[in-house]
């Protein structure tokens, strides 16, 4: 194995085995602050975390699979094991959102009172310091993997962190100035975030499957990358996919007809290596068709 496929096999294994050991944390934590409290905004993001170490665990082995290489009755790869897993956790997620929004109708209609605990007050703490290394983390390895499954689990921790603040904030406004309320409020506004970090996950794991072309701004990018080149008489039939953690490209180049076929490799070899350049993880088709002229 080659140092730079090395590296990026350790940051995606890395970062799936480091969310499973912060959600199992965030887990035995927040249920322990629920049981001492008995706050509605606490259990809903106690329940946020345990659909995050839900998630973390398919992650875990989606990331694995996806890393498998190309065989036979695969050969474009097992990409697209990531953007299944997405979509399966935001169908999870957002029955879960609704889940959570009954909850809060009872406890609308059966009020408690909420128990002010210091030991609760610091895990909840405690967990959103975690839950931001834990992100700092996923965004580095997003950044040199762009693997969807992993910017799936980071935008739910992102979501933790927001949602551990409003926790804290409900928690005081509740128990120090008697607005009980809040702690509803507060579990109303999470349901909802995590109805609307369903959607996202959804959406994009929905597009890889469906081969959807990358956005235009990329397209030309690539087109111009084609046309610096000073033997090129034209591009068209540019397509692109992703699938997961890797980019496909495919274009024709018009180039001039009395070229020799050495010439026309060694052209489209140049242009490849550019687009390469770019996207270092693009796998790349380019087919060449003889230019005649006016």
Request: one cysteine or more; a negative charge; hydrophobic letters at 50%.
């Amino acid at each position: 194995m080659k140092c730079s496929e090395f590296s990026h096999t350790f940051l995606l294994k890395s970062a799936t085995i480091a969310a499973v050991s912060v959600a199992a944390l965030l887990i035995i934590g927040k249920t322990y602050a629920h049981q001492l409290t008995g706050s509605l905004s606490i259990e809903a993001s106690l329940l946020d975390s345990l659909l995050d170490g839900f998630v973390s665990i398919i992650n875990f082995f989606a990331v694995r699979k996806a890393l498998t290489p190309a065989d036979d009755d695969h050969r474009f790869g097992h990409g697209k094991v990531e953007a299944l897993a997405g979509l399966f956790q935001s169908l999870f997620i957002a029955g879960s959102s609704i889940w959570l929004l009954k909850e809060v109708i009872l406890r609308i209609t059966s009020p408690e009172i909420v128990i002010y605990n210091a030991a609760a007050v610091g895990v909840m703490i405690a967990a959103t310091v975690l839950t931001l290394i834990l992100v700092l983390w996923q965004r580095y390895v997003i950044k040199h993997t762009n693997s969807i499954a992993i910017a799936a689990d980071s935008l739910h921790y992102q979501t933790d962190i927001a949602t551990n603040i409003g926790v804290l904030i409900s928690f005081f406004l509740s128990t120090f100035f008697s607005i009980p309320a809040i702690d509803c409020i507060v579990a109303v506004l999470i349901a909802v975030y995590i109805f609307k970090t369903s959607y996202e996950i959804g959406r994009r794991s929905f597009d890889i499957l469906m081969d959807r072309e990358l956005p235009d701004t990329i397209a030309d990018q690539i087109k111009a990358l084609a046309w610096q080149h000073p033997s090129v008489r034209g591009v068209h039939d540019l397509r692109t996919r992703s699938s997961g953690q890797h980019t496909f490209i495919q274009m024709h180049l018009d180039l001039d007809a009395n070229l020799t076929l050495h010439d026309s490799h060694e052209i489209s070899e140049d242009i490849e290596q550019k687009v390469v350049a770019m996207f270092p993880d693009a796998d790349i088709i380019i087919h060449q068709d003889p230019y005649y002229g006016k």
